[in-house]
């Protein structure tokens, strides 16, 4: 009886104080410039949460923010509103290359600074940035003597999604880094996800996830909680913590892309406005550029990286790439496998790589010499295999021979699997690192430091994630952090059709893909790419890069000469850009205009199934005729029973028109508009 008694009293006394518990407070709110957003920070019992609503609609229910610290207690409770302040801004800014010419950056912002009321009276800032478009907020730790070493075991940053909603996503913290191919489920089915993670609700709304400015901390991954309520989860380190920094400092921006259509969230500049401005000063040393390149063959299994009879980067073969390249308009020649250390197991294994010694078969100097001669630079490559320390202690020497032999870009490469990035700091002791760690963080930042120094932009692949860093530093031009075109030659499965429509409005939400498209042949190591060839002409338009790779074998571009010709004519930096149409993983249509002409090309993509699309020209010129050079499938393609059926035509077309895409099962469309008058 006795204890029936307590049992009823606790019951009773914990009812009251739910009872009587005070209600959540907004403590401040801020609004997007149009006042289509609407973002509230509230204190729960000293808990800080925000929350964010579309036109009066809730998004993003209260969901909570603070940090698991190393040693001491967690920064979540026992806060108080100390000061708040907002401001607007307004601002176009010019990209020295890129989707655009110029970007407008426009925003309200909201700095709250919330301080403990008991024990240590840690102050923590919040800085919200609301945009119509989106919103990105971070943390900011003050300079205060109790909070110095600021060691984060985690972050508590909640996103706890309101509309039932469909999500593309691919796992997080998995053996592959992010080469996996996309998952289609309900939001409530996620695991844990990489960003950008790209949601649709019921109603139509589209949310994409992600960060921007990720410097000197580790990358965020979207672990799901329970329902569609989902945890930042950052990068593991070896050391145990996942970021350790000195305050003053400031966090990578949360980032949420909000849109009434997929095309609306590929057209936002919401990542790239929240980095800083360009730290390099004059860029025009880097030229957006198309290459070739010894790489496709060996995917085939035609030729080796290794030495040996296969051995593909020999000077004379080299010279077969520079002669194409130099005959067809062709910028650059990439060469993989040109120097010494890729003989034995290389795979996360990368010791042995020597990034200025050249194979005996391969001479460096006289092929960087005939290049220029021929009006063609060499594009520099070195991969680590995962020994990054190996590589650091190399890089200022590496770097110093690429820039006295002209060769101003660089593909790096990472090849090893998550988690296994080898770190040797001189102690005896081989930690292992992740590739989106913070650790990886300032690797790859000093690499794109030390080349800004000699003018050399870089193309990493296995890389950290893209979060429009590109703005501070333009020449970190391009980079993979996704499936390439490579699993088309040998993946199992290989990239299905619908996988480049699932990168439109998932990756490449983070920037441009060095996805090395042009497979003219079809052809992979004993399987087909599954794709017509009118949709590999299409990729260079849709999948954006400044430097884009013609990659299939020169003699299979001889062959598919009538195609080909897209190829060499197509631009790679532009004034403009416009999404016509586009559901994620289904199709997509996107025109861009030349920044160095008058000429507009178009591309249209579609999955696996056939599509007619109807796309209105009034991107063009008012009152002028233009040539459409149309490059298309044929009217009984299909990639599995007939993937070749191509047709090139031309016709004139005004803005007034209208066009009728028909994309074949698997299929796309390319087409150049060329200005009458100017031909």
């Known amino acids: 009886m006795k204890k029936i008694f ?14 009587h518990a005070e209600p959540p407070q907004v403590v401040a709110m801020v609004d997007s410039p149009d006042k289509v957003l609407h973002v509230e920070l509230s204190l729960d019992e000293g808990r800080i949460s925000y929350a964010v609503s579309r036109f009066g609609v809730p998004v993003i229910a209260s969901s909570r923010l603070g940090f698991l610290l190393r040693n001491t207690e967690k920064l979540e409770r026992n806060f108080a509103l100390a000061t708040q302040a907002t401001r607007s801004v307004d601002e176009t800014w010019e990209q020295p290359w890129g989707e655009t010419r110029t970007v407008r950056n426009h925003y309200t912002e909201l700095t709250a600074r919330f301080t403990e009321q008991v024990k240590l009276k840690r102050s923590l800032d919040l800085v919200f940035r609301v945009y119509d478009d989106g919103v990105g907020f971070r943390y900011a730790f003050p300079d205060q003597p109790q909070l110095k070493d600021v060691v984060i075991d985690d972050e508590l940053t909640e996103f706890a999604v309101v509309p039932k909603a469909t999500a593309w996503w691919i796992p997080g913290g998995e053996w592959n880094r992010y080469e996996y191919l996309y998952n289609r489920t309900p939001l409530d089915q996620v695991g844990q996800a990489h960003t950008p993670m790209t949601i649709r609700t019921g109603d139509g709304l589209h949310i994409a996830f992600h960060e921007a400015a990720l410097v000197d901390y580790a990358g965020m991954w979207l672990r799901r909680v329970e329902g569609q309520r989902f945890r930042a989860q950052l990068a593991p380190a070896s050391e145990g913590w996942k970021v350790r920094r000195q305050a003053p400092f400031a966090t990578p921006w949360r980032t949420l892309v909000i849109a009434d259509s997929a095309a609306g969230l590929y057209e936002s500049n919401l990542e790239l406005n929240l980095n800083e401005p360009n ?9 957006p550029a198309k290459y070739v390149g010894v790489w496709w063959e060996m995917h085939l299994n035609k030729s080796s990286w290794a030495t040996g009879p296969t051995h593909g980067a020999t000077t004379a073969n080299t010279k077969r790439y520079i002669d194409f390249a130099a005959n067809n308009g062709f910028r650059g020649v990439l060469v993989e496998g040109w120097n010494t250390g890729w003989d034995g197991q290389w795979f996360g294994n990368g010791n042995d790589f020597d990034f200025t010694t050249p194979t005996a078969d391969f001479d460096l100097e006289g092929l960087a010499a005939y290049a220029k001669k021929k009006g063609v630079h060499l594009i520099g490559h070195h991969e680590t295999g995962g020994a990054v320390n190996h590589y650091e202690k190399q890089l200022d020497a590496a770097l ?42 300032r690797h790859h930042l000093r690499v794109v430091e030390e080349a800004a120094k000699r003018h050399i932009a870089i193309n990493p692949h296995e890389p950290i994630k893209d979060t429009g860093l590109r703005r501070t530093y333009p020449n970190w031009v391009s980079r993979e952090g996704a499936r390439g075109m490579e699993y088309a030659a040998w993946g199992n499965p290989p990239n299905p059709p619908e996988h480049e429509v699932n990168l439109v409005f998932t990756r490449m939400l983070a920037g441009p893909m060095d996805f090395t498209p042009g497979i003219l042949s079809l052809e992979g190591r004993g399987q087909a790419v599954q794709t017509t060839i009118a949709k590999q002409l299409a990729l260079y338009v849709v999948l954006y890069s400044p430097i884009q790779m013609a990659a299939d074998l020169p003699e299979n571009y001889i062959k598919h000469a009538d195609a080909f010709q897209f190829i060499k004519d197509v631009a790679v930096d532009w004034s403009e850009t416009h999404v016509l149409n586009g559901e994620v993983g289904d199709y997509v249509t996107i025109v861009r205009k030349d920044r ?22 009034s991107f063009l010129d008012p009152g002028r005729i233009y040539i459409a050079e149309i490059y298309r499938d044929g009217d009984d393609a299909n990639w599995q029973s007939n993937p070749f059926a191509f047709t090139a035509e031309k016709r004139e077309v005004t803005s007034t028109d209208t066009l009728t895409l028909r994309l074949a099962a698997g299929g796309g469309q390319a087409i150049r508009f060329n200005p009458k008058d100017k031909q």
């Open 596 to 617: 160095n002409s008058e000429d507009w090309f178009l591309g249209s993509l579609t999955d696996g199934n056939g599509r007619v699309l109807s796309v209105p020209l």
């Open 279 to 287: 730290r390099l000063g004059d860029v025009s040393w880097f030229k």
């Open 6 to 19: 307590v049992g009823l009293v606790v019951c009773g006394l914990m009812g009251w104080i739910s009872a």
């Open 400 to 441: 110093d021979l690429y820039a006295r032999l002209g060769i101003d870009v660089v593909k790096s490469g990472y090849v090893a699997d998550a988690g296994q990035i080898e770190r040797n700091d001189g102690d005896g002791v081989v930690r292992r690192e992740w590739h989106d760690g913070q650790w990886m963080a």
